[in-house]
C-alpha cells in the first residue's frame, strides 16, 4: 500500500480509512496513487482497466489519467478474490462532492461474494505547484477534508444495507402471519375445529412477536455505539437467543448440545446487542449445518470461565469456511450467503469490541467454532 | 411430511419452503378450501421423493439453504416433469421472476401474497397440470401401441404417415404390395386407427426417436 506520509495524524486517519466499508483511493493530478485502503486493491487487483466504465468520471480527471491509476494498483497481487468470476465497474456521481459510487457487477449468478457493494473513490486534486510536492502535510489537509464526508457515507450505506436487511428479515414473520390469519378466516367461515384454529393463533402471537424483535435488534444495531449495559446471565441471554431460531423448532433436525458453567455468571452488556451477536451466530452455525449434505446436524453452545475471560464457544460441524475467505470474515460487506449482505459478522465484532472483549473464529478443513471472550471485570 | 392414508394419485399441493412458520401457514390456507397438502424443508427433500406420476403443482420458495428454487426448477425441467410451478420469494428481484416465468412458471409471487392471488394460482396450476397429464397419457399410449409394432409394421407405420402410397412403399422395401397392405392393417389396428389421419395424429404425439 503506497503511504507516503508518515506523520502521526495521518496514520491515525488512516486507521480509520482503512477499515471503512468503502475502497478509498487518493490520487495526485499525475494519476499516480497517494494512499489506497485494502478494500480499494482488493476491488481492483483482478479487474482489468477493460473492464471498468468511466462514462461518468470528473472531466477534471481524464480517463487516461484514471487508467493509469489504477493499472498501477492492478501491478499488486490479489488480495482477497482469487476467483475465477468477472466483475466489471461502472461509476455513478455521488451526491457528495469528489465522490464516486462504484457499481460492481459479478458476472456470476447467484453466486455474490459480495453483495452489489457500493464503492467510491475520493480524486484529489494534489496542487502541481513544484514546491508542494513534497510538502506531505498538504495531502492529509485534503484527505481529512473528505474525511468527514466518506464517514458520512459509509454510515448511510450501512444504514440502506441495514434497512434492505430489516425488509428480508420482516417478510418472513409478516408473510406466516398473513397467510396463517387468512387461513384462520376461512376455517372460522368453514366452522373448523377452535383447536385448528388456536394453534395457528399461537403461531400468529410468536411471529408477531418475532417480527418486533427483528425491529429491536435493528434499532440496537443503529445504535450500537452506546450501549446501555445492564447484569445479565450469559447463559440466559444465550437461551434467549436460542428460542429465536430454528433450533427451537420441535421438528428441526439439527442436534443441540449445550455446556454452560454452572455458576450462572452475571456479566455487564448491553443485552439487546449481546443477544443479536449470539443469534447472529446461531443463525450462521444454523445455515452451515442445514446445507443439505450434512450427515447429523450438530451445534455445540458453550459457556465457561476462563481466567479473567468468560468464554462462549459456538461450534457446527459444518462445512467450514473457505481458507481463502478466512482472513476477511469480519469485513463488512464479506459474504459467502446467496441471499447475505455480509454485515452479521462485522456487527458481531463491532459489538463485542465495544465490550472490551474479543471474537476469533476458527474453521478446520470441517466445521466452524467461534470463540468469544468477554472479560470479566471492569465492564 | 407425506400423508400415507390419503391416496397417492389424488392431486397434491407440494409446498417447498424452508422456513417452518410459511410451510405450515400455506398447509393450513392451502387444506382450508380442500386441497391436498404436502409440505418440504428444502428442495433435496422434495426432488430425493419426486414421482413423476403424481399430480398436482408445486409451490417452490426461491431462497433456500442448498438447492435453490431456480434450481429446482431447472432440475424438474430436464428430467421433464409434468408439475406447474407457482414460485414465491421474499425479494422481489424482477429479472429473477422474469427467468422463473421464462423457464416456465406459473407465476412468481411475492411475500407477502394474499390469500386469494395464491389461491387463484394454485386452481389454475391445478388446471394446468391435469392437462398436462392428460396430454401426458394420451402420449404414453400412443407410444406403448407404437411400441408393440414389429420392426417392420414400424417402418411401413413410417411411411404410410409421411403420406406414400402402398405401392410406392412396396417398390421402395422391395416387397409386394400385398404385404404392405397386410403390414398396414396390423399397424393401423395395433395403433386402434380408424383412418389414415388418425394415425397421422398418433404419429405425431409419439417422441422423436429413433
Given amino acids: 500500500m503506497h503511504n507516503p506520509v508518515s506523520d502521526t495524524a495521518f496514520s491515525a486517519q488512516q486507521t480509520i480509512l482503512d477499515n471503512l466499508p468503502v475502497a478509498i483511493i487518493v490520487v495526485d493530478k499525475h494519476a499516480s496513487i497517494q494512499y489506497s485502503n485494502p478494500q480499494a486493491a482488493a476491488l481492483f487487483s483482478e479487474l482489468s482497466p477493460e473492464q471498468i466504465n468511466l462514462t461518468q468520471l470528473s472531466s477534471a480527471f481524464t480517463e487516461q489519467d484514471f487508467l493509469k491509476a489504477i493499472s498501477s494498483l492492478n501491478k499488486k497481487p490479489a488480495q482477497i478474490f482469487a476467483s475465477p468470476f468477472e466483475k466489471t465497474l461502472s461509476f455513478d456521481r455521488c451526491q457528495l462532492p469528489g465522490l464516486y459510487h462504484l457499481k460492481m ?39 481529512k477534508k473528505n474525511f468527514k464526508e466518506l464517514k458520512q457515507f459509509s454510515r448511510l450505506n ?35 375445529s377452535l383447536e385448528e384454529i388456536s394453534v395457528a393463533m399461537d403461531r400468529v402471537v410468536i411471529n408477531a412477536e418475532h417480527a418486533g424483535q427483528v425491529i429491536r435488534d435493528i434499532r440496537a444495531q443503529l445504535d450500537a455505539n ?17 428460542h429465536l431460531t430454528e433450533l427451537d423448532n ?25 443477544k443479536q451477536v449470539i443469534l447472529s451466530l446461531l443463525n450462521n452455525a444454523i445455515d452451515a449445518v442445514t446445507d443439505g449434505s450434512i450427515e447429523t446436524p450438530e451445534i455445540t453452545l458453550s459457556t465457561q470461565i476462563n481466567g479473567p475471560y468468560y468464554e462462549i464457544t459456538i461450534e457446527d460441524n459444518g462445512l467450514g469456511i473457505p481458507p481463502e475467505i478466512q482472513d476477511n470474515l469480519f469485513n463488512p460487506f464479506m459474504t459467502t450467503k446467496e441471499n447475505g449482505i455480509g454485515i452479521g459478522l462485522s456487527m458481531c465484532h463491532h459489538i463485542i469490541e465495544l465490550h472490551k472483549g474479543s471474537i476469533t473464529i476458527d474453521s478446520e478443513p470441517k466445521g466452524t467454532k467461534v470463540t468469544i471472550c468477554l472479560p470479566i471485570k471492569n465492564h | 411430511m407425506p400423508d400415507s392414508i390419503a391416496p397417492k394419485d389424488e392431486p397434491t399441493v407440494f409446498v417447498v419452503d424452508d422456513e417452518p412458520d410459511v410451510r405450515a401457514a400455506l398447509r393450513l390456507l392451502i387444506k382450508s378450501i380442500g386441497y391436498r397438502v404436502e409440505c418440504f424443508a428444502s428442495a433435496d427433500e422434495f ?79 391445478m388446471d394446468l397440470g391435469s392437462k398436462r397429464h392428460d396430454e401426458h397419457d394420451i402420449q404414453q399410449d400412443a407410444q406403448n401401441k407404437y411400441d408393440s409394432l414389429t420392426p417392420r409394421e414400424k417402418e411401413i407405420f413410417t411411411e404410410v404417415v409421411s403420406g406414400k402410397l402402398n405401392k410406392v412403399i412396396a417398390y421402395e422395401l422391395n416387397i409386394s404390395t400385398r404385404t404392405v397392405e397386410i403390414h398396414r392393417a396390423k399397424a393401423m389396428e395395433k395403433m386402434e386407427a380408424k383412418n389414415l389421419s388418425e394415425l397421422i395424429n398418433l404419429a405425431r404425439l409419439l417422441k422423436q426417436k429413433d
Avoid at chain 1, 137 to 143: A, M, V
Avoid at chain 1, 226 to 237: E, G, M
Avoid at chain 2, 50 to 62: A, E
Wanted: proline letters at 5%; a negative charge.
Fill in chain 1, 105 to 143: 457487477v459479478t458476472t456470476l449468478e447467484n453466486k455474490k461474494s459480495q453483495n452489489n457493494c457500493l464503492y467510491l473513490i475520493t480524486l484529489n486534486h494534489v496542487n502541481n505547484d513544484p514546491s508542494e510536492i513534497s510538502n506531505e502535510p498538504r495531502k492529509y489537509t485534503l484527505l
Fill in chain 1, 158 to 192: 450501512a444504514m440502506r444495507e441495514i434497512s434492505s436487511s430489516m425488509a428480508d428479515q420482516l417478510n418472513q414473520p409478516l408473510t406466516a402471519i398473513l397467510s396463517y390469519t387468512q387461513a384462520m378466516q376461512r376455517l372460522y367461515q368453514s366452522n373448523a
Fill in chain 1, 226 to 242: 452506546s450501549l446501555s449495559c445492564q447484569n445479565a446471565s450469559i447463559n440466559q441471554l444465550i437461551q434467549e437467543s436460542t
Fill in chain 1, 250 to 274: 420441535p421438528a428441526s433436525q439439527i442436534n443441540l448440545i449445550t455446556n454452560f458453567e454452572p455458576l450462572n455468571t452475571t456479566l455487564c452488556v448491553g443485552t439487546i446487542q449481546f
Fill in chain 2, 47 to 125: 426432488f430425493s421423493q419426486f414421482d413423476h406420476n403424481r399430480k398436482g403443482c408445486l409451490i417452490l420458495d426461491v431462497r433456500m439453504p442448498g438447492m435453490s428454487g431456480m434450481d429446482l426448477q431447472e432440475k424438474l425441467s430436464t428430467i421433464d416433469a409434468l408439475l406447474p410451478i407457482i414460485m414465491i420469494s421474499g425479494h422481489g428481484e424482477i429479472p429473477m421472476a422474469v427467468k422463473a416465468v421464462q423457464n416456465g412458471a406459473v407465476d412468481f409471487l411475492q411475500k407477502p401474497f394474499s390469500d386469494q392471488q395464491l389461491l387463484d394460482r394454485i386452481s389454475q396450476a
